[in-house]
């Protein structure tokens, strides 16, 4: 390869346990095999804090989270002067909205690129579908390994014919020996031995093979299913062994808990081709029909196993005419059959042995990499180094804002076992206040929303919400169908009273906890009293309550859109809201009431929401004229935004207030122009909400950063003069929230150059 000196692989890549780490390894060490003189390395995705122990093939890691990485990565490369990069794509193993962040590196190549497809969908989402095109432009060639793939291409995506490429999967290179000569190594000898390995996870159908068992046993005794493979480190995390001790249980139920071996570790090549040898029949019981392509069926039918198999699509094309059986979905009673009639028909059995083992000769990992190498020099024959690809380059105003790092420490230190205090004595908190419900409320959004963005320890993250989401249980007072709100230090309630938009900030939380958090039982408790909590809302005379109340229906319609319940209420509380703006509205006036107070774009914010989740186009517009205006009032002469002051009320034909400035509004008014930004596509809602976030960094009237660098808190307020130099809960999280929400979008604008609907 005169022309090509180093190849990078992008992927997963060994020691982390899954399939994609698996191929790149295979790939990239199989490449290097054949080809001595060219410098090959892999660039792995990372998903967890402590890292992998990765060899010294690894050169450049990506932090999966991470955009920033992803661009250094391209960095990296370039100035490395790699000849090749060959990206392993499957949407999951990459950050961003459906694994967007990978284009953020790939756009700025300046050499050839070959992507090899993992997932290829049939009807992919809109984001799916934005990144596929985008791949697909950028990249030089695209292989995929089944005629299905090549089809689905051809049919959804249509990229041009000569960039797609049919590579199959490659395989260990193994010999064609007795299944017994193994045996006796793993303890099997004597016995028949079915086999399914790979990750376990609840969608690879093995209940199925166990309810085929008694009849399998019942005409040979010898049988044993031996089930290779640790649980999928994803499953692990979030469920731990649920899925394997449920398929225990379900063994000594059915009375073969003697006939099974789970042989529970994530096994080396050269133990999975002996494991592979042992194997009588090879049985892929998987019960999803579109996986494209699977790299432990490619293994065992390549080796030269019997392979029984439900007809996904990858089983469907490889065992065809006769090349292996397959069988219905979930068809305990049909893999039964099967496995009885194989192992009646001993000259049937091998013949399909000796077909699979044949054809399985033109995929060894060696044939495969040669087809690669092949390819590799027709991509950098057809755009040589004086062809590269050009690096755009973008004004700073078609930039993303440039946004501080994300950082807890002053609000864990805010954080006791119990909740999040409400205020601080400068930067300590300030115990003799106690806590809030709306404060909680508040801290539990942020969690979620950490969450989702992937850059924090979820275990951390995890405990916070536990106790934010039980705070704002334990403030639930059933009886009353309200929320208390001010909790004492010593653990007892000091308002006798409720208050309206604390109930409606709980209700927020709560809706937003139960569409977007990963933890199932955080969602479940949420939903256990959001109804509950949903239904006195429309008998509020608050209309910041029914505001927060909506955003936090409208979090949880997009989980569940079939509630129609909850439908009802976010109808009346939107029409509510809007009866309300009409009524106040004027050509100078165009807001809800006749005075603005606090927390002041939330009311926006909810009608932009209302409306376009009961696609009401009156209702979208009301909530877009009246955030135009009230940006418009918030804009300072010299450009910078400048929020209503709190020192008095800003009534109708007055003056407004300068001062007091509160975090919270800076906060409210970021949010509804993201939300109006994501609704719209106006670029214009974008520069609103970075003129916003800038007043936290010091666009401000004083020139005065409330941000505090070196812990992550935000001061308490603006005055005429100075700052109020107190950190308390509502400052520092409406800076985290509003830092979250613009970090996300900045990654969405990064990912896919213009925002994507949620």
Request: proline content about 5%.
């Amino acid at each position: 390869m005169k022309n090509i000196k180093k190849v990078a692989f992008i992927g997963n890549y060994l020691p982390r346990q899954c399939g994609i780490a698996t191929f790149t390894h295979d790939i990239c060490e199989s490449f290097a095999a054949i080809n001595p003189g060219v410098q090959c390395f892999a660039v792995p995705i990372t998903d967890i804090e402590e890292g992998y122990r990765y060899p010294e093939r690894v050169r450049f890691e990506i932090q999966e989270q991470d955009l920033d990485s992803y661009k250094a990565a391209a960095d990296f490369l370039n100035l490395n002067n790699v000849n090749v990069v060959c990206l392993q794509h499957e949407y999951g193993i990459f950050g961003g909205k459906a694994g967007g962040h990978i284009l953020s590196l790939l756009r700025n190549l300046k050499m050839p690129l070959v992507t090899t497809l993992h997932t290829i969908l049939e009807s992919p989402s809109l984001q799916q579908r934005r990144v596929m095109d985008e791949l697909l432009a950028l990249s030089d060639y695209v292989v995929a390994m089944t005629r299905k793939g090549i089809d689905i291409l051809q049919d959804v995506y249509k990229p041009p014919g000569e960039k797609v490429r049919l590579i199959p999967h490659g395989i260990p290179d193994v010999p064609f020996i007795d299944p017994s000569f193994y045996k006796d190594k793993y303890g099997v000898e004597g016995k028949i031995v079915l086999l399914t390995f790979g990750l376990l996870a609840p969608n690879k159908g093995i209940e199925f093979v166990f309810r085929a068992l008694p009849d399998i046993i019942r005409e040979h005794p010898n049988v044993v299913y031996l089930v290779a493979g640790v649980t999928h480190p994803n499953l692990l995390r979030h469920e731990g062994e649920k899925y394997r001790l449920a398929l225990q249980l379900l063994a000594d139920e059915l009375g073969v808990a003697g006939n099974v071996i789970f042989h529970n570790r994530f096994v080396s090549i050269e133990e999975l081709k002996e494991l592979i040898v042992l194997a009588d029949i090879y049985l892929t019981p998987y019960l999803v029909e579109s996986q494209i392509t699977s790299g432990t069926l490619a293994y065992s039918f390549g080796s030269g196993k019997a392979v029984i198999s439900t007809p996904f699509w990858h089983a469907r094309e490889l065992l065809a005419d006769g090349r292996g059986v397959l069988v219905p979905f979930g068809d305990s009673d049909a893999i039964a059959r099967e496995t009885v009639k194989l192992l009646r028909n001993e000259v049937e059995r091998h013949a399909m042995r000796k077909n699979a083992y044949l054809l399985g000769r033109e995929m060894t990992w060696d044939k495969v990499a040669q087809q690669y190498a092949s390819l590799f020099e027709e991509a950098r024959q057809k755009r040589p180094a004086v062809m590269q690809k050009k690096i755009p380059m973008r004004p700073l105003d078609q930039q993303p804002a440039i946004l501080p790092e994300i950082k807890l420490d002053h609000f864990l230190r805010m954080t006791d076992t119990v909740g999040i205090f409400q205020h601080a004595r400068h930067n300590v908190p300030n115990f003799t206040e106690g806590y809030c419900t709306d404060d909680n409320a508040r801290a539990l959004i942020l969690t979620v929303l950490l969450e989702n963005l992937g850059t924090i320890n979820p275990r951390r993250l995890d405990d916070l919400a536990s106790r934010f989401l039980g705070f704002i249980r334990y403030a639930w007072d059933a009886k009353a169908a309200r929320f208390g709100n001010f909790l004492g230090f010593q653990r007892n309630w000091v308002d006798a009273g409720y208050s309206e938009d604390s109930h409606g900030r709980a209700v927020w939380a709560l809706g937003t906890c139960i569409r977007r958090s990963k933890n199932q039982g955080f969602s479940q408790m949420a939903a256990e009293i959001f109804e509950q909590a949903l239904t006195p809302l429309t008998t509020f005379s608050s209309p910041r309550a029914w505001a927060f109340a909506l955003i936090g229906a409208h979090e949880y319609q997009l989980r569940f859109p079939g509630d129609r319940s909850a439908r009802s209420r976010l109808e009346t509380l939107a029409a509510q809201l809007l009866r309300l703006y009409d009524e106040n509205n004027g050509p100078e006036w165009k807001w809800f009431e006749p005075s603005l107070s606090y927390d002041n774009a939330k009311l926006p914010h909810a009608l932009i929401v209302g409306g376009r989740g009961l696609a009401n186009e009156t209702m979208l517009k009301g909530g877009l004229d009246s955030l135009q205006w009230l940006t418009a009032i918030q804009t300072s002469g010299r450009g910078h935004f400048q929020p209503v002051g709190t020192d008095r009320i800003f009534e109708r034909g007055q003056p407004k207030p300068a001062f007091d400035q509160q975090p919270i509004e800076a906060y409210s008014t970021i949010s509804a122009c993201l939300e109006a930004y994501r609704t719209t596509k106006d670029r214009h809602w974008y520069d609103e909400a970075a003129k916003a976030f800038q007043w936290f960094l010091g666009a401000n009237d004083l020139g005065i950063p409330l941000y505090e660098t070196s812990n992550g808190g935000c001061y308490d307020g603006l005055h005429v003069d100075r700052i109020n130099r107190n950190q308390g809960a509502e400052s520092t999280i409406a800076f985290l929230l509003s830092l979250c929400e613009m970090t996300d979008i900045a990654n969405i604008i990064e990912s896919f150059k213009e925002p994507i609907p949620e």
